[in-house]
């Protein structure tokens, strides 16, 4: 696992930025796993930025967003999918059928999640999955307590990261209280993983991450089992890991 430690928010945003540009550049239909949250939008904005100063394409590029709140239509201000689209999507030359959203509304979420492994089959796999982590450890949504094994998973939010999210929200109870994930398993499949964390609140988290053994109470713990892992955090966010 590889951690760099940056100054600040800015600086891991841009040293994100330049590796999945590079990576762009050298395979222009990469295939993206995007996450949504506060840590990657710095990200966003640069590659928005990178993309307006003709460094980046993205018309060959797919993408597969991680996770969404169970009954959040895509129309809702805190559904993921409004999130990507007005972070992200509605900024760079993507096209719309190249974009991977789960509908957390969907009639039949079986479906929906099952559909969505079998695209991500289609399409060879994700090649570079980006990550935000919860202050608890998750990735994705997939909380302490996951089964490694899940390709997808619809989950029961804990607590904590109720509490955690519902400052995006109007009130708490206007939380969704479950998620549909990627799981682990989907998250580990992928080619390359970049984690981006900021803040002192996210400080424990990575902690863990890096120095406990892999347990799936820590679920970002799992990381040090694969081979191609880039840990981007802001000094923060690093204050309790040892050089
Ligand atoms: C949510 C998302 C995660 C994200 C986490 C951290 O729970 N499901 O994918 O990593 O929030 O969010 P933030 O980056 O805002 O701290």
């Given at each position: 696992m590889k951690v760099i430690v940056a100054d600040d928010y800015q600086e891991m945003s841009k040293i994100a930025s330049e590796i999945i540009t590079e990576e762009i550049i050298k395979k222009p239909n990469i295939v993206l796993g995007l996450a949504t949250g506060t840590s990657p939008i710095g990200l966003y904005?640069?590659?928005?930025?990178?993309?307006?100063?003709?460094?980046?394409?993205?018309?060959?590029?797919?993408?597969?967003?991680?996770?969404?709140?169970?009954?959040?239509?895509?129309?809702?201000?805190?559904?993921?999918?409004?999130?990507?689209?007005?972070?992200?999507?509605?900024?760079?030359?993507?096209?719309?059928e190249n974009v991977h959203l789960l509908k957390g509304d969907a009639s039949d979420i079986q479906k929906e999640m099952n559909d969505y492994v079998k695209a991500i089959k289609e399409c060879h796999g994700i090649d570079v999955q980006v990550l935000g982590i919860g202050s608890n450890g998750h990735i994705g949504f997939n909380e302490p307590g996951t089964d490694f094994e899940k390709l997808i998973d619809l989950v029961d939010l804990k607590e904590s990261t109720i509490n955690d999210n519902s400052r995006l929200f109007?009130?708490?109870?206007?939380?969704?209280?479950?998620?549909?994930?990627?799981?682990?398993?989907?998250?580990?499949?992928?080619?390359?993983?970049?984690l981006l964390a900021s803040g002192e609140k996210k400080q424990d988290a990575i902690y863990k991450t890096i120095h406990s053994e892999v347990t799936n109470e820590v679920p970002s713990t799992i990381l040090n089992l694969h081979h191609d892992v880039t840990i981007i955090v802001d000094k923060k966010a690093a204050g309790k890991i040892k050089c």
């Open positions: 904005d640069n590659l928005i930025e990178n993309y307006n100063n003709e460094i980046v394409d993205f018309s060959s590029v797919s993408t597969f967003n991680l996770d969404e709140y169970l009954g959040l239509n895509p129309e809702n201000e805190n559904s993921y999918s409004y999130f990507m689209w007005d972070k992200l999507f509605s900024h760079i030359n993507v096209k719309k109007d009130n708490i109870e206007d939380v969704p209280k479950k998620a549909v994930s990627l799981g682990i398993k989907s998250i580990m499949n992928a080619k390359k993983i970049i």
